[in-house]
């Protein structure tokens, strides 16, 4: 019987424990504190310049000759499109352009026999011209009748205006053919312009950042291939409509870097966008780094606090004893309304209701 009275007087004593354990408080009071106001926003990084290669055509990649961390010049090649269709454009238009050139030529067939025609003219220009000469002459003797002197010379004018016309003719075919020239010139830089499209090149000196192709995929006008990157890394934040009104330039921002999970960067802010992203839905803001990290990525994701002002000896609570947002439990379990001001998940400001004197209780619900 004894080990039952033992158990028994241990399960009494586990009991008085647990129920003291129960009506146990948790409690605080109020506390004086100097805080930070801070707007939470989050980001990226990305470097000051940065250029994304685009396609102008549509088409197979045939070759990629560049990867990502690769650092290249201006102009460099970043992609090639198969241009087997345009390379024969090109030699079309090149083929009609030599052919214009062959027959603006001084020495082409269409103008020689012009020439022809007008050296002859003026060959039988010089006859009927003596002849007309001739007659006037004799015409003054009466030595011929009246009509004869006139088909004379109605025969000499004619030759006049026939060379007159060769010569016109020989002028406008000379400027059509050069024109012509001049036109198959313009489509051969056309063609070759649009040739041009299918070797895509980089406008910027940098570092390959991201290829988003790859060899022997189609690729549509207007996709991206590859994004180069270059300069100083900017810190891009996302502010919410509500918290842009207190952002200002050159307020100090600390950064946590997703790459860096267990350092904090200082930074300040440099720009601040003036209309609102639609489709990041914020309003956009720039930092810079004090002191850039040592390593540091392009497109790293981000949050930041921006420091916007502070206050010394604010009455604030641990959040933790807030119920139903703006009430509290005080020692005598009476339930109390406060106002309340800025508030985290650690501490909310007290404007009212509460004094340092005062002690709260911690709800366990």
Not at 54 to 73: H, K, N, Q, R, Y
Not at 126 to 144: C, G, H, I, Q, W
Not at 259 to 270: G, L, V
Not at 322 to 328: D, G, H, K
Request: net charge neutral.
């Amino acid at each position: 019987m004894k080990p039952h009275s033992i158990t028994f007087l241990g399960c009494m004593i586990l009991a008085l424990s647990l129920l003291s354990s129960c009506n146990s408080k948790e409690t605080t009071t109020p506390t004086l504190k100097n805080i930070e106001d801070v707007v939470f926003a989050s980001g990226y990084i990305e470097q000051e310049n940065q250029y994304t290669v685009s396609a102008s055509v549509d088409g197979i990649l045939t070759t990629i000759p560049v990867s990502e961390g690769d650092i290249i010049t201006n102009n460099t090649t970043v992609a090639v499109i198969k241009s087997d269709v345009q390379n024969n454009q090109v030699a079309d238009a090149q083929a009609v352009y030599n052919n214009a050139v062959t027959n603006a030529s001084a020495n082409a067939s269409i103008l020689q026999q012009i020439k022809t025609k007008i050296n002859q003219a003026k060959t039988q220009l010089s006859l009927d011209k003596t002849n007309y000469v001739r007659y006037k002459e004799l015409r003054a003797k009466n030595s011929v009748s009246q009509l004869d002197f006139e088909k004379a010379e109605l025969q000499y004018k004619a030759s006049q205006n026939n060379l007159l016309g060769l010569q016109d003719n020989y002028k406008t075919t000379a400027s059509d053919l050069k024109l012509n020239e001049k036109r198959s010139l313009v489509q051969v830089k056309t063609q070759k312009a649009i040739l041009d499209d299918y070797k895509l090149n980089s406008s910027i000196s940098g570092t390959v950042i991201n290829v988003f192709k790859k060899q022997g995929e189609l690729i549509r006008r207007g996709e991206a291939v590859a994004e180069i990157g270059s300069g100083a890394f900017i810190i891009k934040l996302f502010v919410a409509e509500d918290d842009i009104k207190k952002v200002n330039s050159n307020q100090a921002v600390s950064v946590h870097l997703n790459t860096n999970p267990n350092e904090t960067f200082k930074a300040k802010i440099s720009k601040i966008y003036p209309s609102f992203n639609t489709t990041e839905q914020s309003y956009v803001v720039e930092a810079q780094f004090d002191q850039v990290p040592n390593k540091i990525f392009s497109g790293s994701q981000l949050q930041a606090n921006i420091e916007t002002g502070s206050s010394k000896n604010v009455l604030v609570i641990p959040t933790a004893y807030l119920i139903r947002e703006n009430y509290v439990i005080l020692e005598n379990d009476e339930e109390r309304t406060i106002k309340i001001g800025r508030r985290n998940s650690d501490w909310t400001e007290v404007i009212s209701g509460l004094s340092e004197e005062d002690i709260i209780v911690k709800s366990k619900i």
